[in-house]
């Protein structure tokens, strides 16, 4: 089968979008993901994981301060998703105009989305050219807009509804991750979480 007939494909196994984010000594971040999947079938346990690549600046914020918060989004949060998902927090304060506290863990929890985890990571795998964070999930609450809440924004609704004048910097940007993750991926790392080193 051709390469992007797979690529096709595989796009079925993305998840909703979510906005994720970090803090470290006083910077505020948030990134967008469509890579995060429940990881545990516990509900004492509830886990997640999600898959961040290594040119994102979210990725060192997670990776060096152990936590995320992920938020579930709104289908009517699309600018939200242009806000954290098409710049990078290297050249712009994106979370500064974007309501939010400190949660529990010390990291940002945006006060409108569908549903928000305070996570720790409690593991790491290295794919070359990111980390998947396997996350505890240690709070959860819901956004503050009233109900009904409508639905979860999935990947083929952003993909379908996007603005027209967003699609060429997303396909860019798109295009840009896959050459940076062809040169990598086969440069796997074997990785222990820092907490797991005895
Ligand atoms: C719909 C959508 C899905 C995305 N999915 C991912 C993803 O799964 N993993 C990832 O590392 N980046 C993903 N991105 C790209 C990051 O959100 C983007 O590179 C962002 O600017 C990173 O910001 P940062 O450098 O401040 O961390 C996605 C972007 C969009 C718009």
Request: with cysteine.
């Amino acid at each position: 089968m051709h390469a992007d007939q797979v690529y096709q494909l595989l796009r079925h196994l993305t998840s909703p979008v979510v906005a994720i984010t970090s803090e470290r000594a006083g910077k505020r971040n948030g990134m967008i993901s469509d890579s995060a999947v429940r990881a545990s079938i516990v509900p004492t346990i509830p886990r997640l994981s999600v898959y961040v690549h290594k040119f994102n600046l979210s990725h060192d914020m997670i990776f060096e301060t152990g936590r995320l918060v992920l938020h579930l989004l709104r289908e009517d949060q699309l600018d939200l998703v242009h806000q954290l998902g098409f710049v990078s927090g290297r050249t712009h304060d994106k979370l500064a105009g974007v309501p939010h506290r400190l949660g529990r863990l010390g990291a940002p929890v945006l006060d409108e989305c569908f549903a928000h985890f305070e996570c720790r990571v409690v593991n790491v795998m290295d794919t070359g050219s990111s980390t998947c964070f396997l996350g505890d999930v240690i709070e959860v609450g819901y956004g503050k807009a009233s109900a009904p809440r409508g639905s979860v924004m999935t990947a083929a609704y952003f993909r379908a509804n996007m603005p027209a004048d967003w699609r060429k910097d997303y396909e860019d940007h798109l295009a840009a991750a896959q050459r940076f993750a062809e040169e990598r991926s086969r440069a796997i790392r074997a990785v222990v979480w820092k907490a797991l080193k005895s």
